[in-house]
Every structure is written in structure tokens, then in C-alpha cells.
Nanobody
């Protein structure tokens, strides 16, 4: 069974930076697009950023110019560099990966990591 293990969340002041990481627990399979989502209290989960296997990226309008998604295919890891953080970025952040198993693509989720932006 493949698991996505996240790290890097925490408490940061407005204007600060954090870097999230998400690594697949096993290797030897194909990973397609990877992404980061977030869910704030009382709100629906929203997509923050996504990166395809060939490196193409897209971002939610609310984070463009502040967040950068990247991946290391050799390490089966996706990153989210978050700069100029705002209080409205406070949420639980989840990574997602589409993984090929037995000729079908499946969507996997990390356990979530809390990001709190507050002074």
C-alpha cells in the first residue's frame, strides 16, 4: 500500500514562509500529477497548486506569485514553497498524487498538515 507522508507545516507570522513536503512511502510505480489542496474551517477543500509529471504547473489565483510547487521524481516527492503568507492561508494542507496501479490510476491523499498564519 502506498502512503503519502507530509511534513513542514506549522505556525508562522504574516509575511513569513514555509515549505511543505510530501513523499510517497514506496517506489517502483508511476506517479502522474501531484498537487496540494487545503481546507480551512467551515470551507470546502480547494486546490492550491498542481504539477504534472513533465513539470507543468498551475495555481489557484489566490496563491499565484506567492507559492511555488515543484517535484523530485527520483524521490517521489512534491514540495510547496509558500512565501508572503497571509492569515487567509491558514488551513490544513493535503497533498495528492495520482498513481498508476494495475493499469488504473488512483488518487492518493496525505494525512494533512496544519498551516497557521498568525501574529
Amino acid at each position: 500500500q502506498v502512503q503519502l507522508v507530509e511534513s513542514g507545516g506549522g505556525l508562522v507570522q504574516p509575511g513569513g514562509s514555509l515549505r511543505l513536503s510530501c513523499a510517497a512511502s514506496r517506489s517502483g510505480f508511476s506517479i502522474g500529477a501531484m498537487g496540494w489542496y487545503r481546507q480551512a474551517p467551515g470551507k470546502q477543500r480547494e486546490r492550491v497548486a498542481e504539477i504534472t509529471s513533465d513539470g507543468s504547473t498551475n495555481y489557484a489565483d489566490s496563491v499565484k506569485g506567492r507559492f511555488t510547487i515543484s517535484r523530485d521524481n527520483a524521490k517521489n516527492t512534491v514540495y510547496l514553497q509558500m512565501n508572503s503568507l497571509k492569515p487567509e492561508d491558514t488551513a490544513v494542507y493535503y497533498c495528492n498524487a495520482r498513481i498508476l496501479r494495475e493499469r488504473s490510476w488512483y488518487s492518493y491523499w496525505g494525512q494533512g498538515t496544519q498551516v497557521t498564519v498568525s501574529s
